[in-house]
């Protein structure tokens, strides 16, 4: 059964800090490269953050030093650290294989308070 369950978001302040998690499974996971994407509202899903199965990292340019993408191959997740979130953070964050798997999980969703 294809599975993603993504875990983690909040209400956090500008400046505050969220660990997302997605648990996947095997037939998305073995795949080489996991990523996050996010979607606002009103808007089409955006890239955020890839790593590959060898911790081979890419960020989008909004998130790089700020975001940290790692994943448990044991265990089938994958975590995005995000530290000194802003107001323009705000979303819902979906993990997927990279490229997707045509399914998609409900995401958890991300709410910056400035």
């Known amino acids: 059964q294809v599975q993603l369950v993504e875990s983690g978001g909040g209400l956090v302040q500008a400046g505050g800090s969220l660990r997302l998690s997605c648990v996947a499974s095997?037939?998305?996971?073995?795949?080489?490269?996991m990523a996050w994407h996010r979607q606002y509202p009103g808007k089409q899903r955006e890239w955020v953050a890839s790593?590959?199965?060898?911790?081979?990292?890419w960020y989008a340019g909004s998130v790089k030093g700020r975001f940290t993408i790692s994943r448990d191959n044991a265990k089938n997740t994958l975590y995005l650290q995000m530290n000194s979130l802003k107001p323009e953070d705000i979303g819902v964050y979906y993990c997927?294989?990279?490229?997707?798997?045509?399914?998609w999980g409900q995401g958890t969703q991300v709410t910056v308070s400035s």
């Open positions: 790593i590959s199965r060898r911790d081979t990292a």
């Open positions: 095997e037939t998305i996971f073995s795949r080489d490269v």
């Open positions: 997927n294989s990279d490229p997707p798997y045509p399914a």
